[in-house]
């Protein structure tokens, strides 16, 4: 069986593609044949070391949906042949894997495979963002940074199906036309435009309350200044380096702000969790709400160019590896 490996951390070039011997599920693990593999920072971050794996050499990928193979003991939810979708779980980067049954969910008929590993991990994000960590209701300005990579293209839609007026930042113009097709009523070319003064000037200067930023250092503390009294600033990724020296009094000076850094992790600390936050997110995206945008498939064999692409930000969307 082929897995990317990591021996090393690294730049690109360090995934090996190899072939790796998994064995049988132990109790409460199911072995999974992967469909479709997603792509995400989250395993640049692996990769780098700036996430600790639990040890060298291991399997980059955080998601994926495939078919059961086989059940460990004391696993009844599971069967051989079952459509499953997983998250939140490290080691999708392979032909197969074996899957921890607490992450694990059934994946209903109407998604396809595809659809399934390039949702999962940026969906169930999108989810506890907006109904968990800040919950969204008509009438709320939110602000979402990136909002055309693959959470933000979530994100958007599911905001403005909950009535929020949505501003988003993007790096290009392709972007962020992509970005207003999915739900945002703003979008401020950061490259181009000071996204802060944009904000105050579509806002009426009172601000947002809440900014969803996956960003980190580029756009800090810029995002503290987009927010009104009282907002929310939600930290939920670095993509282009992590925020240093966080002073909390900047909090108070600038209007009594409120200031988080959830993870997926914590919020799937139950199976119970994992199944009720992947329910809402397959009720979304069965219903039409939320699409799931694919721009890119690419063989599993090329995880290291898809790699580069996704730290260079030639990517839209989601990217999905796909076994041989």
Same mark, same amino acid.
């Given at each position: ?13 360090? $995934? ?16 999974? #044949? ?22 060298? @050499? ?33 080691? *999708? ?14 994946? @209903? ?21 907006? #109904? #968990? ?38 790096? *290009? @113009? ?39 930023? &996956? ?7 810029? *995002? $503290? ?12 990724? *670095? ?41 809402? $997110? ?27 692409? $996704? ?5 839209? &969307? ?7």
């Amino acid at each position: 069986m082929k897995a990317i490996r990591i021996h090393r951390h690294g730049g690109p070039e360090v $995934l090996a593609y190899e072939d790796v011997d998994i064995g049988q599920p132990g109790p409460g693990e199911v072995r999974v #044949r992967n469909m479709a593999i997603g792509l995400n920072f989250i395993d640049v971050y692996f990769r780098t070391g700036a996430y600790k794996p639990p040890g060298l @050499p291991f399997t980059p990928g955080n998601e994926g949906a495939g078919e059961v193979v086989a059940v460990g003991e004391g696993v009844g939810d599971f069967a051989p042949g079952d459509r499953v979708a997983y998250a939140a779980t490290l080691g *999708s980067y392979a032909e197969e894997r074996i899957v921890p049954a607490h992450f694990l969910v059934h994946l @209903p008929g109407a998604i396809d495979f595809e659809t399934g590993a390039a949702m999962m991990l940026k969906g169930l994000t999108a989810q506890y963002l907006l #109904r #968990r960590t800040f919950r969204v209701e008509a009438g709320h300005t939110i602000l979402v940074h990136a909002a055309a990579g693959g959470v933000g293209l979530i994100l958007t839609q599911w905001a403005k199906h909950l009535g929020a007026t949505v501003i988003g930042t993007a790096g *290009s @113009p392709d972007k962020a036309e992509l970005a207003r097709q999915n739900g945002c009523d703003h979008v401020i070319d950061y490259r181009k435009e000071d996204f802060v003064a944009r904000v105050k000037e579509i806002t009426g200067g009172e601000g947002c309350h809440v900014v969803y930023d &996956g960003v980190g250092k580029a756009t800090f503390p810029g *995002s $503290l200044d987009c927010l009104r009294r009282f907002g929310y600033f939600v930290s939920f990724g *670095s993509a282009s380096g992590p925020i240093e020296a966080f002073d909390i009094l900047l909090l108070a000076q600038k209007g009594s702000l409120f200031a988080t850094r959830p993870t997926l992790f914590t919020h799937l600390a139950t199976h119970e969790d994992v199944v009720e936050m992947s329910n809402d $997110l397959f009720h979304v995206v069965e219903s039409g709400v939320v699409k799931i945008p694919i721009h890119t498939r690419m063989p599993l064999a090329e995880a290291a160019e898809a790699h580069r692409r $996704l730290e260079a930000r030639q990517t839209t &969307g989601a990217t999905v590896l796909l076994p041989e």
